[in-house]
Every structure is written in structure tokens, then in C-alpha cells.
């Protein structure tokens, strides 16, 4: 199976702040990235696929960017209801593979 | 509306066998896809397995040997079972609906299982 390594597993943020998050892929995934949101007690919830696309009712301020096997996922000016944990999601091959998760705080 | 629900027991005793269902409306098992993933304390968001709409299956090569998922189309229903059952298996169990494009739209509540004797 394809690993994926996120990082930093945890990020401290100030409202306002621009966060980003990295994963690199054990090989080139081509693209086939998502980026997923989950609050404590929610299922998951994807916001952004194929890399850079934002999903329906993702707002403006979530981004994502990359190629190959380095991928990067960012906020820009955090708000409260942005604290959770965030994964990077790799769907190139049939079997998928997640990362292994940033959590959010809040300074 | 679209629609997925998990449900099984919520304890399982260590180097049992669970079994979760996933029920579904507002869609066909034959259009979309269904993926079971699992968050863990350990790990974290975990991958498990799909069923795909043609009723070919793929599993997380770590669970494979334990890990069977099936379907039911005339009931909408999807089926997890899994042996062999440790402590590190305790978490919240997750189905979703995967379309074109590799967007997962819709998810169940999850349901919380627990391996303790």
C-alpha cells in the first residue's frame, strides 16, 4: 500500500493565522489527494479533492497545492470553527491511504 | 435522501469476530462505491475497505487477513466483519459513499465499538 506522512501532527494557531500542512506520499500518487476536516464527536468531512479542488460548501480560505509525492493543505485566517484534526487522503491506487492527521488548537 | 447508517454491537469481546452493517437509502449499491474507515486512538483515521459499485472488493493490506466486506443489493445493505479482534481495534466505524472523482459525499454517524472482555 501506498504510506502517507503528514506533519506537524499538531499545529497551535492564533485566529487569524495562516496555517499549512504537508504530506508526501511514499510514491507518486499523481494527484489523487484529498483533504478531509474532522471535528470531535463528527464524521469526517472532505473539503478539498484531486489536490486543489474545493468541494462543494468548502469555504475560499481552505487550499490545497502539489505533485507527485509532496502535497500541501492550508488555512488562511483560521476561524474557531476550523479547530480539528485535518487528513490528507491518497486515492491513486484501488486501495486508499490516509496520513496520519494534524490537530488544530487554538494559542 | 441520501442516507447511511451503521449499526452492530457496541462491545466485542478480544479474538471475536465483529460484525457492522451499513444501510443505505437514496442511492444503489450498483452507482457508488462504499468505504468503511475507522478512527482509532492509535492511528487516527484509518482506511479499511471498499466494496466497489461493480461488487469487486480492495482492503487495507494490514487488515486483509481479517477483514471481509460484502453487500446486499435487494436490502441496500453493506457488511463488515472482521476477526480476530484486539484492544487496538476499539474505535468510532465509519461507511461512506464514494462517486466519480474520488469524492466521498455523504457519511454514517459511525458507530462505536469497543474490544474489552
Known amino acids: 500500500d501506498i504510506q502517507m506522512t503528514q506533519s506537524p501532527p499538531s499545529l497551535s494557531a492564533s485566529l487569524g493565522d495562516k496555517v499549512t500542512i504537508t504530506c508526501q506520499a511514499s510514491q507518486n500518487i499523481n494527484n489523487y489527494l484529498s483533504w478531509y476536516q474532522q471535528r470531535p464527536g463528527r464524521a469526517p468531512r472532505q473539503l478539498i479533492r484531486y489536490t486543489s479542488s474545493l468541494v462543494s460548501g468548502t469555504p475560499s480560505r481552505f487550499s490545497g497545492s502539489g505533485s507527485g509525492t509532496d502535497y500541501s493543505f492550508s488555512i488562511s485566517n483560521v476561524e474557531s470553527e476550523d479547530i480539528a484534526t485535518y487528513y490528507c487522503l491518497q486515492y491513486d491506487s484501488l486501495t486508499w491511504t490516509f496520513g496520519g492527521g494534524t490537530k488544530l488548537e487554538l494559542k | 435522501q441520501v442516507q447511511l447508517k451503521e449499526s452492530g454491537p457496541g462491545l466485542v469481546q478480544p479474538s471475536q469476530t465483529l460484525s457492522l452493517t451499513c444501510t443505505v437509502s437514496g442511492f444503489s449499491l450498483t452507482s457508488y462505491n462504499v468505504h468503511w474507515v475507522r478512527r482509532t486512538p492509535g492511528k487516527g483515521l484509518e482506511w479499511m475497505g471498499v466494496i466497489w459499485s461493480g461488487g469487486n472488493t480492495d482492503y487495507n493490506s494490514a487488515l486483509k487477513p481479517r477483514l471481509t466486506i460484502t453487500r446486499d443489493i435487494s436490502e441496500s445493505q453493506v457488511f463488515l466483519t472482521m476477526n480476530s479482534l484486539q484492544t487496538e481495534d476499539t474505535g468510532i466505524y465509519y461507511c461512506?459513499?464514494?462517486?466519480?472523482?474520488?469524492?466521498?459525499?455523504?457519511w454514517g454517524q459511525g458507530v462505536m465499538v469497543t474490544v474489552s472482555s
Open positions: 461512506t459513499r464514494n462517486g466519480w472523482g474520488g469524492i466521498t459525499d455523504y
